[in-house]
């Protein structure tokens, strides 16, 4: 299995700000994900993050609002740039690892 | 309509309860097909997945798939306390297999002891 593990867990912000999650996994991987989950809805791929290679996104998201980083096969970032409070919502990451996709614990954002 | 239709309960049995949980989906070019659970403030883990229509048995845990009726099940047999959290159906293509999912919005399920 793949372990991944994402900093921070949570965290309040300030609208107008911007935030950087951390998504680090236990084994070299091609693909990462981010998703968004947010109450009531269901988990929504954000984009697609390949090392070595610009991210993908998918409608309604947009590189100036998440930025994303891939310097490495076990790491990604996802920032979060001038946050309003409907980016409140936890954010994902996962890995498709063995025909698996693994997730981490996600990062609970509360944006005021 | 979204793609994927997913009561969001919550479905509260009592331990013991045979539990069945649906989804249904709009997208016929969907192939593979699998169950989340998520416990609370954690990530999803995979239960179970199938690659077209039938049933799939894990334990206490069947998958069934009709993809003539675009509908999916997970059925829970003996449930427990432990099997309390959201369940989230998940789907994709073909082509993206594992990758890109498509995700109801999760039921919520309590089973009391």
């Known amino acids: 299995s793949a372990v991944i593990s994402q900093k921070p867990s949570r965290d309040i912000c300030q609208r107008g700000t911007s935030l950087t999650i951390q998504c680090q996994v236990d084994?070299?991987?091609?693909?990462m994900f981010w998703y968004r989950q947010q109450p009531g809805q269901s988990l929504t791929l954000i984009a697609t993050?390949?090392?070595?290679?610009?991210?993908?996104?998918e409608s309604g998201f947009v590189i100036d609002k998440f930025p994303i980083s891939r310097p490495n096969l076990t790491f990604s970032t996802l920032t979060v740039s001038n946050m309003s409070p409907e980016d409140s919502s936890i954010y994902l990451c996962?890995?498709?690892?063995?025909?698996?996709?693994?997730f981490g614990p996600g990062t609970r954002l509360l944006v005021l | 309509q979204k793609e994927v239709e997913q009561d969001p309960g919550p479905l509260s049995v009592p331990e013991g309860a045979i539990v069945s949980l649906n989804c249904t989906y709009s997208n016929s070019a969907f192939q593979y097909f699998m169950w989340y659970r998520q416990y609370s403030r954690k990530g999803p883990e995979l239960l179970m997945y199938t690659y077209s229509s039938g049933n799939k048995e894990d334990g206490r845990f069947t998958a069934q798939v009709d993809k003539s009726s675009k509908y999916i099940s997970l059925f829970i047999r003996d449930s427990q306390p432990s099997d309390s959290a959201t369940y989230l159906c998940?789907?994709?293509?073909?082509?993206?297999?594992?990758?890109?999912?498509?995700f109801g919005t999760g039921t919520r399920l309590l089973v009391s002891p």
């Open positions: 996962s890995v498709v690892y063995q025909e698996t996709q693994y």
């Open positions: 998940a789907m994709s293509l073909m082509n993206t297999g594992f990758q890109k999912l498509v």
């Open positions: 084994s070299q991987v091609t693909m």
């Open positions: 993050a390949n090392q070595g290679s610009e991210a993908t996104y």
